[in-house]
T-cell receptor
């Protein structure tokens, strides 16, 4: 069963504007972690931000913030002040339980920042 | 900052041949993973490895696949008899504890 859902195959945003990339997940495990990764055209996977299921506050890392709504099982990524270099694929991922469990990825959202 | 390194960056092989993809995880990391990404598609989990044995594997990781940590630094993925559909980017990742995975830059495998 699909555990991570990213419903936006592609998104466009104007440079300097904010954009929200959606991610919903499904789990019955009370302990889990949510991650966002960026994959530019060069192919590497770059970690952006992490939210633990027990974290009380939404995670933030520079221009990235995670809008964590636990009851709705959503973990949307917000990128503020978009830059041309933000154009990339963005993947949401979840790991249930401990670190030896696999991390499952969503299908990804391709973000294009327009000048 | 320490990195996960993967070699080669690109490997071309003929169908039916064996390939070994190599990874050097970050030195103090304890958990190791292989993922693959077929071009334009999602990143798929293959296998996790801890304490010199497989912790978990996906349905993709069938008998054609094996992993090994032959020494203290390398972590390898072997595909015994490659098929056309094995063509993909293969990512190695490692982590020390319950933190985000550190990915290598990947090996692009092309099976002809």
């Amino acid at each position: 069963a699909q555990k991570i859902t990213q419903t936006q195959p592609g998104m466009f945003v104007q440079e300097k504007e904010a954009v929200t990339l959606d991610c919903t997940y499904d789990t019955s495990d009370p302990s889990y972690g949510l991650f966002w990764y960026k994959q530019p055209s060069s192919g590497e996977m770059i970690f952006l931000i992490y939210q633990g299921s027990y974290d009380q506050q939404n995670a933030t890392e520079g221009r990235y913030s995670l809008n964590f709504q636990k009851a709705r099982k959503s973990a949307n990524l917000v990128i503020s002040a978009s830059q041309l270099g933000d154009s990339a694929m963005y993947f949401c991922a979840m790991r249930e339980g401990g670190v030896d469990n696999d991390m499952r990825f969503g299908a990804g959202t391709r973000l294009t920042v327009k000048p | 900052e320490p990195e996960v390194t993967q070699t080669p960056s690109h490997q071309v092989t003929q169908m039916g041949q064996e390939v070994i993809l190599r990874c050097v995880p970050i030195s103090n990391h304890l958990y190791f993973y292989w993922y693959r990404q077929i071009l334009g598609q999602k990143v798929e989990f293959l296998v996790s490895f801890y304490n010199n044995e497989i912790s978990e594997k996906s349905e993709i990781f069938d008998d054609q696949f094996s992993v090994e940590r032959p020494d203290g630094s390398n972590f390898t993925l072997k595909i015994r008899s490659t098929k056309l559909e094995d063509s993909a980017m293969y990512f190695c990742a490692s982590v020390r504890n319950n933190s985000p995975l550190h990915f290598g830059n990947g090996t692009r495998l092309t099976v002809t």
